[in-house]
């Protein structure tokens, strides 16, 4: 008797077709047994496993939703309110799920739309032009970081990973600082990055720093998933992790700019 362990799994049931002339109790002929043996292997589609190409797809629907969500936030910036309290609160259940939910992950690109194109609205009226700069600026980082990404010029590393925690967690502080101060009037609209352009520049650029390292996890993740051959639907956590990392990258580069136009 064989162990009862590996009877549910076809991986460890393979060799039992191979060394036999019966499928599902039908008896094979030679030529139908060679026909079978000749038929190409599946492929992780027809496995229902993770691809590039189908990951790709899903990133690219995400987005198109995103857009058009932003073309009405855009139309009616008002929607930037409520599309930032809903967006994250979907953004911390699908955070928080184990199994990722498309609809959810759908659901939080439409509303994180409503957000990025109403708040591009406000600054686009404070400061004339400056959401073209933010929107080519920040395909400028992608687009770098993923040539740079695919080449094996960058990789996540264990030191560099810990570098990139202890920082980003410094940066969140510094701006829960920075907005207590703003709020309770101690210091300007923009906070301790509009006191001088130095200390906006340097704050920016480390900003881009780490979003670049972050879209570097976002794309090993990714590599991982694939080559782990994760199941297919975790094509649509992929998709969510670049959108956040995306999105943050823009709002921090427009808040950049327009600080640097005042």
């Known amino acids: 008797m064989s162990n009862p362990a590996f009877n549910n799994s076809p991986v460890f049931t393979t060799k039992a077709v191979v060394n036999s002339t019966t499928v599902n109790g039908k008896t094979m002929?030679?030529?139908?047994?060679?026909?079978?043996?000749?038929?190409?292997?599946?492929?992780?589609?027809?496995?229902?496993?993770?691809?590039?190409?189908?990951?790709?797809?899903?990133?690219?629907?995400?987005?198109?939703?995103?857009?058009?969500?932003?073309?009405?936030g855009w139309i009616v910036p008002v929607l930037a309110i409520p599309g930032a309290i809903i967006g994250l609160v979907l953004a911390l259940v699908n955070i928080f799920k184990k199994k990722p939910s498309r609809g959810l992950i759908l659901a939080y690109a439409a509303f994180e739309g409503l957000f990025v194109g109403g708040i591009s609205a406000i600054f686009?009226?404070?400061?004339?032009?400056?959401?073209?700069?933010?929107?080519?600026?920040?395909?400028?980082?992608?687009?770098?970081?993923?040539?740079?990404?695919?080449?094996?010029?960058?990789?996540?590393?264990?030191?560099?990973?810990?570098?990139?925690?202890?920082?980003?967690?410094?940066?969140?502080?510094f701006q829960l600082v920075n907005l207590v101060l703003v709020w309770t009037g101690v210091l300007p609209t923009f906070g301790v990055q509009s006191m001088h352009p130095l200390i906006n520049l340097g704050i920016g650029l480390l900003v881009v720093l780490l979003a670049s390292y972050s879209l570097v996890m976002d794309f090993t993740s990714i590599k991982r998933g694939v080559e782990g051959g994760?199941?297919?639907?975790?094509?649509?956590?992929?998709?969510?992790?670049?959108?956040?990392?995306?999105?943050?990258?823009?709002?921090?580069?427009?808040?950049?700019?327009?600080?640097?136009?005042?």
Not at 41 to 53: K, L, N, Q
């Open 29 to 72: 002929t030679p030529s139908e047994l060679d026909e079978l043996y000749g038929r190409p292997s599946a492929t992780p589609t027809d496995t229902d496993r993770m691809t590039y190409e189908d990951t790709i797809v899903k990133i690219v629907i995400a987005f198109g939703i995103l857009l058009a969500g932003a073309v009405v």
């Open 124 to 173: 686009e009226q404070a400061y004339g032009g400056i959401v073209p700069q933010a929107v080519f600026g920040t395909l400028g980082v992608v687009g770098v970081t993923l040539a740079l990404f695919a080449t094996g010029k960058v990789r996540e590393s264990k030191r560099a990973t810990q570098i990139f925690t202890v920082a980003i967690f410094g940066y969140m502080a």
């Open 230 to 262: 994760a199941p297919r639907i975790f094509g649509w956590t992929a998709a969510f992790g670049i959108m956040v990392t995306v999105v943050w990258l823009y709002t921090e580069i427009l808040r950049f700019l327009a600080i640097f136009r005042q």
